[in-house]
């Protein structure tokens, strides 16, 4: 992996790199907001996407974004470098110092960071299991991608079986949310359906991006709702959307609409062109 930081419009040496991150508030305690993004030809399709929920990740919190200048031009030169792939962008508070409070006026720690394109998915769609940690409410860091994932952490460290693919993971009222690193949707009477992120999770790119395409609705989801759909998807903005096989006992055969969704948006992202020789409903 990759990676460039900075410090206000200012990009760290490598001798004070250490030093920077350890005594951030990022490091300490997930005090920012972050951005994973799929790169294809030097360009993220995406990107407006991602700067608008950045923004208002960054506005909630009350932390500083870098000057939109300065983090265009870094962003177009990283993206020379390391044209097609997986970009990361972190804003993090800055001051160091010990305890809690924040000092709203320091310049943020930013960084850039690339990695390889993610491997094919599994042939046939996803295997997925229940997970047992619950998202907890809290609405004020709902739908932003805050740099606290311990939730996330919890729930997939609960399986290590290479043949499960994805968790779901229900709040504490045992409604389903989303999967550790990805959004659900679920069709039910024709129409796409996804929960709501008001209470606890991420609202996605690829989320954002499938409701408006396909006019979907949101509604919280129970187990049972979930388990008797016609077909499941996850997506994210990294994958794309994923089509489900299988979760716990219930199995999902190939579905013309899941089919349909992914041609759609394969036409919209070009890294998520469909291979040739799948074979879709």
Known sequence: MSARLFVGDARVEDAATDAALVEGRGFAYGDGVFETMRAIGGSIPWW????????????R???PLPASERMETELHDWLSLHRDGVIKLIVARGGGGRGYRPAFDAPPVWAL??????????????????CETRLAHQPLLAGIKHGNRLEQILARAEWSDPGIDEGLMRDTDDHVVAATAANLFVRTEGRWWTPPVDRCGIAGVCRSWTLRAFAAGERRLTVAAVESAEALVLCNAVRGI????????????????????????????????????????
């Open 113 to 130: 960071l690339a990695s390889a394109a993610p491997l094919p998915r599994r042939p046939g769609g996803l295997v997925l299991r229940w």
């Open 48 to 59: 407006p996407g991602h700067r608008a929920r950045l923004a208002l990740g960054a506005a």
């Open 242 to 281: 994923l089509p489900v096989a299988r979760l716990g006992d219930r199995t999902w055969a190939p579905h013309p609409a899941v089919a349909d969704a992914r041609r759609r948006l394969a036409a919209a992202h070009p890294a998520f062109a469909i291979d040739p020789n799948e074979d879709l409903p």
């Open 61 to 63: 919190l009350r932390i």
